[in-house]
């Protein structure tokens, strides 16, 4: 599940919570009754399973630490190995793999305006995320066939990769319309 789904259903669970504990508060008559009146009397404190509140409790806590971790995780792969072929692994950074991808579309692809390159994944199985801007006489199919054959033929090559996933999405710059005279 994406990171930022997670964020919204978490945003939305907390909100519905909130708003569920200002109704129950509005409609009550705890603040009402006086300052010094108890939230919970001494016979409903002790029907509550408390177990089962510091179990609740409990995973309430875990799942704002993963939530915390997720937040913390780079969505950058920061390096890539590189089998060198003799039995030992070299270090690609991920940002010059970044770098040379982004270079080569936009020298070798014709009508791209502007590419931006993300590489995600793990460091024995990467992937890339491309983001082209494509001018508008720029044919996508095109600017397509020549991203998924020399583009990312020579990507995988460089990095030694056998595979390379590779997730592409094209916009179209917007251009105002010639005027006829």
Do not use: K, Y
Request: net charge positive; glycine share 8%; with cysteine.
């Amino acid at each position: 599940m994406n990171l930022a789904v997670v964020n919204r259903i978490l945003l939305a669970l907390l909100g519905a919570a909130l708003l569920a504990a200002g109704a129950l508060l509005l409609t009550s008559s705890w603040p009402l009754a006086g300052r010094h009146e108890p939230l919970l009397t001494a016979q409903e404190r002790r029907g509550l399973p408390w177990w089962a509140v510091l179990a609740v409790l409990g995973v309430c806590v875990l799942l704002a630490l993963w939530w915390l971790l997720a937040q913390l995780r780079r969505a950058r792969l920061a390096a890539v190995l590189v089998d060198t072929g003799d039995g030992a692994f070299a270090v690609l950074r991920g940002r010059a793999l970044e770098e040379a991808v982004a270079a080569d579309v936009l020298d070798t692809l014709e009508g791209v305006a502007h590419c931006r390159v993300a590489l995600c994944g793990r460091r024995g199985a990467p992937a890339l995320r491309l983001a082209l801007e494509l001018e508008p006489h720029a044919v996508p199919a095109d600017a397509l066939a020549a991203l998924a054959g020399p583009v990312l033929g020579r990507a995988r090559a460089s990095a030694g990769l056998s595979a390379l996933p590779t997730e592409a999405r094209f916009h179209v710059t917007p251009h105002r319309a010639r005027r006829v005279t």
